[in-house]
């Protein structure tokens, strides 16, 4: 089990279900659906705890493929924000190696040796496979 403090320490921001919904212009019951899904993980935190979602874990929707990003859209009523897509496949070999939401949010933040980097700052520059080959030897 992972300390909420040590989260904290690793994670600069969090949102709660709500702010997620808000920021992809979704109501919470989709939130919760992406939550089930895997595309996000959410720790329980705060007192009284709250479920809440890293906010690297959403970006800019011209950014949500760090590999091939797309030009921004100035259209007034698009989504501004998207869900990384390159989390979903890599909470899915976390949960295979066993890691529950609050391990894997801790291993994406903690620094790696290997990839010079944390596993998150690696999946928002575009190298997923490189990140998934890491969770990979955890299994």
């Known amino acids: 089990m992972t ?5 904290d320490a690793l994670v600069p921001d969090w949102l709660t279900l709500p702010d997620v919904a808000d920021r ?3 109501d ?3 939130v919760r659906r992406l939550l089930q899904e895997g595309r ?4 329980r935190r705060g007192d009284p705890p709250v479920l809440s979602v890293p906010a690297d874990f959403l970006v800019p ?3 949500a493929n760090p590999a091939a990003p ?3 859209s100035t259209a007034p009523d698009s989504p501004q924000w ?6 979903r496949g890599t909470l899915t070999v976390l949960g295979d190696a066993g890691f529950d939401a609050a391990e894997s949010v801790e291993w994406l933040f903690s620094p790696d040796d290997v990839l010079g980097r944390a596993p998150m700052q690696a999946l928002r520059a575009g190298s997923k496979s490189e990140v998934r080959r890491r969770a990979q030897t955890l299994v």
């Open 3 to 7: 300390d909420t403090a040590a989260l």
């Open 24 to 26: 992809l212009g979704i």
């Open 28 to 30: 919470v019951g989709k």
């Open 40 to 43: 996000l993980a959410a720790v």
């Open 61 to 63: 929707v011209h950014l």
């Open 70 to 72: 797309a030009a921004a």
């Open 82 to 87: 998207a869900v990384l897509t390159a989390l």
